[in-house]
């Protein structure tokens, strides 16, 4: 992958709502983007349809119109018509959902090849709550928070969504099991990591990132701050 020029943007969950707007607005300042294209992959078992049609509404009430692109399955992160969307798209918004279904949808796919491209080229990438999780590597693994292997396009990073609300023996055993070389993020709720090209990570919204690491106190960053440079090396465990 060249450098990125594109903005990419972690949510901790809980998006298209009122907190959210000062990133939203961000990545449609950033990315020039005339609408927004809502990826449903990994809502694809809990009523997609349903999915978009709240970021419509939401992004309607911004001025901006945002569409949904049916990409549910394996077929269709090979189908011409949605890769072709894909490359020439400005703002791609990842829902919420399945972080394994969405990993096993886009891995080594054309649709995540064009993606990847048009993070390049400068458009905004964002991906909320769990599917936030499979943009790092490593990737916290929702079955036990042990790790596996993320997409990475935000290498040497692993995201923890919904921090702010999470049980704590959850939390513990990811931070437990991380590697010597990793990072993990807690990211709270209507809150985003906003990374532009290859520049610093901001906090933006509503709450706090944790920065974790393995043997090191947490450090915690509000909304409005920078995170510190993270150094990560990209290791699974």
């Not at 594109?6 to 009122?18: A, K, M, N, Q, R």
């Not at 894909?86 to 703002?91: G, M, N, Q, T, V």
């Not at 990847?116 to 990438?125: C, F, I, K, Q, T």
């Not at 993320?150 to 704590?168: K, N």
Request: net charge neutral; with cysteine.
């Amino acid at each position: 992958m060249s450098t990125p020029t594109g903005t990419l943007c972690l949510v901790g969950g809980d998006e298209w709502t009122e907190p959210c707007r000062s990133f939203d607005e961000r990545l449609l300042a950033t990315s020039g983007a005339s609408e927004v294209i809502v990826l449903p992959t990994a809502a694809a078992f809990e009523q997609p349809d349903r999915t978009v049609e709240r970021a419509r509404a939401y992004f309607d009430e911004i001025g901006v119109p945002a569409r949904g692109l049916a990409v549910l399955n394996r077929r269709d992160a090979e189908a011409d018509q949605n890769v072709r969307v894909i490359r020439s798209a400005r703002f791609v918004y990842i829902a919420d959902g399945s972080p394994l279904h969405l990993r096993s949808v886009l891995k080594s796919s054309e649709l995540y090849g064009a993606l990847s491209y048009a993070y390049e080229r400068g458009a905004a990438v964002a991906a909320s709550g769990a599917s936030a999780t499979v943009f790092g590597d490593p990737m916290v693994d929702p079955r036990g928070g042990a790790y596996t292997v993320g997409l990475g396009l935000a290498p040497g990073i692993a995201v923890f969504p919904y921090h702010g609300r999470t049980a704590d023996h959850l939390r513990e055993r990811s931070v437990d099991l991380l590697a010597a070389k990793a990072v993990l993020l807690g990211v709270d709720e209507q809150t985003a990591l906003v990374r532009e090209g290859v520049g610093e990570w901001d906090v933006v919204g509503k709450g706090r990132a944790t920065i974790y690491r393995k043997g090191a106190k947490p450090k915690t960053v509000k909304a409005g701050g920078t995170l510190p440079p993270l150094d990560a090396g990209v290791t699974t465990r």
